[in-house]
Nanobody, 115 residues
Framework: VQLVESGGGLVQPGGSLRLSCAASGFTFSRYIMSWYRQAPGKERELVAAITSAGGLTNYADSVKGRFTISRDNAKNTVSLQMNGLKTEDTAVYYC?????????WGKGTLVTVSS
């Protein structure tokens, strides 16, 4: 299993970023995929999740209405569109798969929201 995140960077408050996670090594279309984040000094937290076919999504209250998770099962990718970014969204963002009872994580991509 390999998960590779991309798309992070520095953005001003109110700006937007789109994160992507490229997955390989498993049958992507069969599994729920999630985005997590970890801010400095804080525990890792769930940001958003999407079911295998993309029909259902779930979001942390702190990002509802601003972030959108989506997936492309033909390309084995899951994305996170982040709009209206706030300084408190600054964190390393991780793609996560739970596969056969084991959690797999990418290395993460850093998102910094600052003026």
């Amino acid at each position: 299993v390999q998960l590779v995140e991309s798309g992070g960077g520095l953005v001003q408050p109110g700006g937007s970023l789109r994160l992507s996670c490229a997955a390989s090594g498993f049958t992507f279309s069969r599994y729920i995929m999630s985005w997590y984040r970890q801010a400095p000094g804080k525990e890792r937290e769930l940001v958003a999740a999407i079911t295998s076919a993309g029909g259902l999504t779930n979001y942390a209250d702190s990002v509802k209405g601003r972030f959108t998770i989506s997936r492309d099962n033909a390309k084995n990718t899951v994305s996170l569109q982040m709009n209206g970014l706030k300084t408190e969204d600054t964190a390393v963002y991780y793609c996560r798969l739970r596969f056969n009872g084991v959690d797999y994580w990418g290395k993460g991509t850093l998102v910094t929201v600052s003026s």
